[in-house]
């Protein structure tokens, strides 16, 4: 059986995200989680449901924090930091692994230690190489702890640090890390609600973006300083006048 070439991976994975993309505009997380509250009392049946709707949120694209809100209601803060921590991680790696499928292979290997290069997308190959000059100036664990604590859509960042070559306990240790603030936040939301609610995390989700989003800059700030030093280092210097 041969290997799908780089370009028929690409046109199944555009047409893969664009029904992904289709179905979650026709199934919303509100949609699907509205029946939940009639199965809280039962921990274990909750439980299962929950797992199911992890197991499927990619196929819908939505947001993991409105699931996250779902556990704090089922399972309190105690609980439910852990669970919810779990369910990341568990519905972000089958993102990962179709993203490094899609990847021409020797841009993204889960097993072998290879050298990030710079990922060829056809007409995004600027976009994959920014990614991977990112990835590179910061670190697998960094850059992944940063993009998750930004606003950014949690498949998205998945696929690009897939795209640009992060191994996979790489991606899984920094997802942690960064959704840890998310994911406590729409926890406590939850378990403190009288209904489970699919507002997100309500007033405080602009807190909370603000505050992330600076974390996330003195992060890469480090990282930051020293590539733009290291550039200017490079640079020919300029011969003195009395040269």
Do not use: Q
């Not at 994911?183 to 807190?207: C, F, K, N, P, Q």
């Amino acid at each position: 059986m041969s290997i799908p070439s780089a370009s028929t991976r690409a046109v199944v994975g555009a047409v893969a995200v664009s029904a992904i993309v289709a179905a979650g505009l026709l199934v919303s997380p509100a949609a699907a989680l509205s029946s939940l509250e009639s199965v809280a009392a039962n921990p274990i049946l909750f439980g299962l449901v929950v797992a199911g709707l992890y197991l499927v949120r990619p196929l819908f694209a939505w947001p993991t924090t409105p699931l996250a809100v779902v556990v704090g209601y089922g399972y309190g803060i105690v609980l439910g930091v852990p669970i919810a921590l779990a369910g990341v991680v568990v519905t972000v790696t089958p993102v990962f692994v179709a993203a490094c499928w899609v990847a021409p292979k020797r841009e993204c290997d889960l097993d072998r230690e290879t050298p990030m290069g710079p990922a060829r997308w056809g007409s995004l190959e600027r976009v994959g190489g920014a990614i991977t000059r990112y990835y590179r100036t910061a670190g697998p664990i960094r850059g992944v702890v940063a993009s998750r604590l930004a606003p950014i859509p949690s498949d998205v960042s998945t696929c690009a640090a897939a795209a640009s070559g992060v191994r996979m306990r790489h991606l899984l240790v920094g997802t942690v890390i960064g959704e840890l603030p998310w994911t406590v936040a729409a926890v406590v939301v939850g378990a403190s609600a009288a209904t489970i609610t699919m507002d997100g995390l309500g007033e405080l989700g602009l807190a909370l973006t603000v505050a992330c989003g600076l974390a996330a800059a003195l992060l890469l700030a480090g990282p930051a300083y020293h590539a733009v030093r290291s550039r200017i280092d490079s640079r020919p210097s300029t011969p003195s006048a009395d040269g």
